[in-house]
């Protein structure tokens, strides 16, 4: 069974996610109380839109938010946000909770309330820019078999963690592979005794989900 994910409030974020998630393969429902937006979201296909105030229990039941995995509230109001996804994991038993909060000191109060994920645009904006910065450091990430397979080019600078060790004293996942050290002019295929050295270009091979800590544990960022 596809995973079903309930997005709450908002509007152009929800028209963005619901969208990429429709195309990942899950089955995602749209609430919102403004009916010109519903309208509009009911253009993209495949998902389900109800039209009504996600913080009344009668309108959560009329979408069915029981059979959902995920609900996701991205409403202007903090306040809201807590209000919603209480509903959702304490009354209709939703597994996860995923609420969007504008004041990031709020972040340990929403998780001590029991809301499972938090997200802070402000902090996520801030974290959008390093990580892009970052990337375009780097060469085209391509996706191999679906994007369940990975191949990054990762430069390795002067300051790098990785630098004068041997690949065998590397904590890098066991999902990871370093297929290929491209040291100047020359490529070589490493082995566990190949020490990396600053300049060089790290061909990494990786499962998706693996390939930020691989990154991270190889540069430090």
């Known amino acids: 069974m596809k995973k079903r994910v309930v997005l709450i409030g908002g509007f152009n974020k929800t028209k963005s996610l619901a969208t990429s998630l429709i195309k990942k393969g899950y089955r995602v429902t749209a609430i919102n109380n403004d009916t010109q937006n519903c309208q509009s979201l009911a253009k993209i296909e495949k998902l389900t839109v109800f039209n009504g105030d996600g913080s009344k229990p009668f309108i959560l039941e009329d979408a069915n938010v029981y059979n959902a995995d995920i609900a996701i509230v991205l409403t202007e109001r903090d306040d809201s946000n807590l209000v919603i996804c209480q509903l959702c994991k304490k009354r209709f038993h939703v597994k996860k909770t995923v609420a969007l909060i504008s004041d990031p000191k709020k972040t340990e109060f929403f ?3 029991g809301i499972d994920s938090v997200v802070c645009a402000i902090s996520a904006i801030a974290g959008i820019i ?92």
């Open 111 to 113: 998780y001590r309330m």
């Open 130 to 221: 390093e990580q892009q910065t970052f990337l375009d450091e780097m060469a085209t990430l391509v996706p191999v078999g679906e994007g369940r397979i990975r191949i990054a080019q990762v430069p390795i600078s002067g300051t790098a963690p990785a630098v004068d060790k041997k690949l065998w004293e590397l904590s890098l996942p066991k999902e990871v592979i370093i297929g290929c050290v491209l040291r100047g002019d020359k490529s070589m295929i490493p082995r566990g005794d190949t020490r990396i050295l600053a300049g060089d270009i790290l061909v990494l091979i990786s499962s998706d989900e693996h390939e930020v800590a691989a990154v991270k544990e190889l540069t430090g960022r």
